[in-house]
Nanobody, 124 residues
Framework: QVQLVESGGGLVQAGGSLRLSCAAS????????MGWFRQAPGKEREFVAG????????YYADSVKGRFTISRDNASKTVALQMNGLKAEDTADYYC?????????????????WGQGTRVTVSS
């Protein structure tokens, strides 16, 4: 069983930045793909970013390319999402996810474990 705990959400003005962090209990952490998903009010959960076991492969949704950066630190068992140039449409609950990496890394089905989420609100 893998436990994931997100932190770093909050309220920010449009154009601002936030950094989300996810701490994992996975052992070994390096055997898990890590991803970030988000769910806006009244919408389905969607993929945001993903990173492979050692960071060699990184994936982004088109809507966040060039603004968001995913990174992982296998030593501290954390994955981060740096979000710059935030827009009102980035407002959502953001979820950290972990998967063994054998499925689709940009789909929910590719992940087996989920955090409780952290809320990001961008005011325009």
């Amino acid at each position: 069983q893998v436990q994931l705990v997100e932190s770093g959400g909050g309220l920010v003005q449009a154009g601002g930045s936030l950094r989300l962090s996810c701490a994992a209990s996975a052992r070994p952490f390096s055997r898990y793909y890590m991803g970030w998903f988000r769910q806006a009010p009244g919408k389905e959960r969607e993929f945001v970013a993903g990173v492979s076991w050692t960071g060699g492969n990184i994936y982004y949704a088109d809507s966040v390319k060039g603004r968001f950066t995913i990174s992982r630190d296998n030593a501290s068992k954390t994955v981060a999402l740096q979000m710059n140039g935030l827009k009102a449409e980035d407002t959502a609950d953001y979820y950290c996810a972990a998967g063994r990496g054998f499925g689709n890394p940009v789909a929910q089905s590719g992940y087996d474990y989920w955090g409780q989420g952290t809320r990001v609100t961008v005011s325009s």
